[in-house]
């Protein structure tokens, strides 16, 4: 278990150079919302929030959905698999809510 990173975040994702190995929560100006562990500044794995709904949880490098992740839709449909560069990439199952 990661130690609660320090400090309260009010700017862009680039004040958060001193977060390293910490466990942090992140609203940004749009309203999406990262809940997780910090590596150099940046995400790297948790549970990303979107202000419409849409919810992946999953492996993050370099800010972007990179590894195994789930991502549900604001709608209910749901891709279980790989990703790279926040796209699907590799094997994975898409789900439709329907």
Same mark, same amino acid.
């Given at each position: 278990?990661?130690?609660p990173?320090? *400090?309260?975040?009010?700017k862009?994702?680039?004040?958060?150079?001193?977060?390293?190995?910490?466990?942090?929560?992140?609203?940004?100006?749009?309203?999406?919302?990262?809940?997780?562990?910090?590596?150099?500044?940046?995400?790297? +794995?948790?549970?990303?929030?979107?202000?419409?709904?849409d +919810?992946?949880?999953?492996?993050?490098?370099?800010?972007?959905?990179?590894g +195994? *992740?789930?991502?549900?839709?604001?709608?209910g449909?749901?891709?279980?698999g790989?990703y /790279?560069?926040?796209k /699907?990439?590799g +094997? *994975?199952?898409y789900?439709?809510?329907n």
């Amino acid at each position: 278990s990661l130690p609660p990173c320090k *400090g309260s975040p009010t700017k862009s994702i680039s004040t958060f150079a001193s977060w390293t190995d910490c466990f942090g929560t992140y609203t940004d100006p749009n309203g999406n919302k990262y809940v997780g562990e910090w590596k150099d500044g940046k995400y790297n +794995q948790g549970t990303i929030t979107r202000l419409n709904g849409d +919810q992946y949880i999953g492996e993050i490098k370099d800010n972007k959905r990179n590894g +195994q *992740g789930t991502y549900t839709t604001d709608k209910g449909d749901k891709y279980v698999g790989e990703y /790279r560069n926040s796209k /699907r990439d590799g +094997q *994975g199952t898409y789900t439709f809510a329907n």
